[in-house]
């Protein structure tokens, strides 16, 4: 590390206790006050600020976007015209090979690479994909996420405890992250040893929430109920990027002794939608994107309880504007309002990615959701497809369908990712096969795992 790097690094932990609006920008202080205004907007306020934020992005997108300029003029399609949110069904969907296939045409032409910047997401189909935001977002992203965590009494002045897929460069595999104002612990080394000195730090600076994933929340408690430790109780647990499983819920609320609160999001930043004070209905944030729900003949789900998959469109995304973009998750229609007052779309049972767990060699188990889904780089952009592959403890096979301009060096790349990651916990080794075959029922399976995974009976669970 150069010398500057190790000045910046000593300075951290000083300079994030300034207040937010010079750490994370004027983005951050705007979108807040916009936030505590809108969530009192009545619906005709709010479609009128979604249709002007669409009309101008649709401008944009035609006079700076290659692919939509083409597209639009193909459609005959003119934003200038652009009235309401239902023109928006003029344009086709947009989904992920798509995207994947013209990422170049779909970058912005006034925004210069310095004003952007990449990230990846993974997908349930094992296809990597790429994406360009616009740099200086992060502070409005901060925003909305406090927005709603401030619904269950968090404040950005609290400190929690980040249980999730981040690499934790220590031998106690917890430490400090001034960015976060958090202490991060590593979930995949979640040996009995380490868990106890994670409740003990936890409970030795007195942190009132756990920002975690579903699953390894129930592992950490499992692990402290082996160990007949007293868990550490938290304001409120705040946990995302999985689906809750029957039971999880009150197990969870009552073993850590705080209010659950889930929220869908994705890497994307399409569609952001969460839980409120009084209801577990996740309600759409209309001022983070525009959201549709389509049933399987393209039409708009609209009754109660009504199934579709969810469709995104970005309303701040210029750099690679994403118009109409098919999530490949799906939500039932919530109800038309809540006791809390606020004039969102309510949506309830999302069905995103299932908990899915792999051993390590010391018995701990390991999210896959922390392993993959957190890789938010490119190490994966040469991949057409991947899968996980587990038939022995501490041991993990990644087999790779492989695209032309793969070479050594991404083979280097990933196990270098998933290495500092994992650390000794798991021995992974990649495999090229020519094709993955489907499941009987011909569907991909992401991860194959011939391993007995622990099965938790939450009424065991009390201590």
């Keep these: 590390m150069s010398v500057t790097g190790e000045v910046k690094r000593a300075l951290k932990p000083f300079y994030y206790r300034l207040p937010p609006s010079i750490c994370y920008g004027p983005q951050f202080t705007s979108t807040l006050k916009l936030l505590e205004e809108s969530q009192h907007w009545d619906e005709g306020r709010l479609i009128e600020f979604q249709t002007s934020k669409l009309r101008r992005m649709l401008k944009h997108c035609a006079a700076n976007v290659p692919y939509y300029r083409s597209m639009f ?15 928006l069904n003029n344009l086709p969907l947009l989904d992920r090979e798509t995207v994947r296939a013209n990422i170049k045409d779909l970058l912005a032409e006034n925004i210069p690479a310095r004003g952007r910047f990449y990230c990846t ?31 269950v009494g968090f404040r950005y002045n609290h400190r929690r405890a980040i249980l999730r897929g981040w690499p934790v460069k ?18 995949f080394h979640m040996t009995p040893d380490n868990v106890a000195e994670y409740a003990r730090v936890m409970r030795d600076n007195r942190l009132t929430a756990l920002h975690s994933y579903p699953s390894a929340v129930v592992d950490f408690a499992r692990h402290l109920k082996d160990l007949r430790l007293e868990p550490p109780q938290f304001a409120s647990v705040l946990a995302s990027s999985e689906n809750l ?33 009084v209801s577990s209905h996740y309600h759409i944030f209309p001022e983070y994107g525009l959201t549709e729900v389509l049933r399987e003949d393209g039409a708009a789900a609209e009754s109660e309880n009504e199934p579709g998959e969810l469709i995104g469109t970005t309303l701040d995304n210029f750099a690679m504007p994403l118009l109409r973009y098919r999530t490949s998750d799906y939500a039932r229609v919530g109800p038309s309002s809540c ?14 990615r299932q908990q899915e767990m792999l ?16 890789l938010h780089t490119d190490e994966f952009d040469h991949v057409q497809r991947v899968q996980f592959y ?5 041991k993990l096979e990644l087999r790779i369908i492989r695209r032309p301009d793969y070479t050594e060096r991404d083979t280097r790349r990933i196990l270098d990712a998933l290495n500092e990651k994992m650390g000794d916990t ?27 995974i622990p099965r938790i009976t939450f009424d065991e669970m009390r201590l």
Excluded at 390 to 394: H, I, R, S, T, V
């Design 73 to 87: 003029r193909r459609l005959g399609f003119d934003p200038e015209n652009f009235k309401d949110l239902s023109d």
């Design 121 to 151: 997401t993974g997908g349930t189909s094992g296809t990597p994909l790429g994406i360009y935001h616009l740099r200086g977002s992060g502070g409005r992203e901060l925003a909305f996420i406090l927005t709603q965590w401030a619904r």
């Design 170 to 187: 220590s031998r106690r595999h917890w430490r400090y992250e001034a960015t976060e104002r958090a202490f991060v612990f590593s979930n």
């Design 245 to 277: 499983y029957p039971g999880q819920r009150e197990f969870i609320e009552s073993f850590f002794g705080g209010r659950l609160f889930s929220w869908y999001g994705h890497t994307e930043n399409l569609i952001l939608a969460g839980e409120c004070e």
């Design 339 to 352: 006791a809390c007052g606020r004039n969102y779309r309510l949506l309830k049972k999302m069905e995103g």
């Design 359 to 374: 051993i390590g060699r010391y018995g701990n188990l390991i999210s896959l959701t922390a392993t993959y889904y957190a």
């Design 390 to 394: 587990q038939k022995e403890k501490g």
């Design 426 to 452: 798991m021995e992974v080794s990649l495999s090229f096969p020519e094709e993955i075959p489907l499941s009987p029922r011909g569907k991909f399976r992401l991860v194959i795992q011939e391993l007995e």
